[in-house]
């Protein structure tokens, strides 16, 4: 499937104007000047990469049974397990989410029992969260769940297309980091 067929078509027309060898590539921090075609092949990619990534994952949500957790409670839970015990406030900042909507994902995810809240050892004021058991294995079992829907389909991708995947990783990565 092309690019334009992940956009559904509202995306500009693809300039006629071919790629030069001489082109100075994009301009400035943002790298949106320089030659106009560049900028309509920078939207298109865009547009394309958001939509696919989001079919992606509304795909792998699709696949676990209705009424599951959410992907912000699966986020949470596995920041807790890779980086070790924060503060809900913390949390709401590394997931660029609103304090209230933090408080409300950490609400479920105790009442679940999925995390447990303690004071803070410096300042007990504050409350410090920590994944349980329960918690750990749920993401196990969900992280399980779909790496093998990924990898059904990765095993029907030729050996380039599985490198030239395993290729752009880094590069989403950073994109993710940028975010």
């Keep these: 499937m092309n690019v334009e067929e992940h956009a559904g078509g509202d ?3 693809r300039s006629a104007r071919p790629a030069r060898s001489d082109d100075p590539g994009p301009s400035g921090p943002a790298g949106r000047s320089g030659p106009p075609g560049r900028l309509e092949d920078t939207v298109r990619l865009a547009s394309g990469l958001r939509l696919a990534v989001g079919r992606i994952a509304r795909r792998l949500r699709q696949t676990h049974a209705s009424g599951e957790m959410p992907l912000s409670a699966m986020s949470v839970l596995a920041r807790l397990a890779a980086h070790g015990p924060h503060s809900p406030g913390s949390l709401a900042d590394l997931e660029r989410v609103r304090p209230q909507a933090m408080a409300t994902t950490v609400a479920d995810l105790e009442q679940r029992g999925l995390v447990r809240r303690a004071p803070d050892a410096v300042d007990g004021r504050r ?3 920590a994944i ?3 918690g750990r294995n749920i993401l196990v079992e969900r992280r399980s769940e779909s790496v093998q829907h990924l990898m059904d389909v990765l095993d029907e991708f030729t050996p380039d297309e ?6 752009a990783l880094p590069l989403l990565e950073r994109m993710v980091e940028r975010l």
């Design 127 to 129: 409350a410090i969260l």
């Design 162 to 167: 599985r490198r030239t995947l395993a290729a």
């Design 11 to 13: 995306l500009p027309a």
């Design 132 to 134: 349980t058991d329960d």
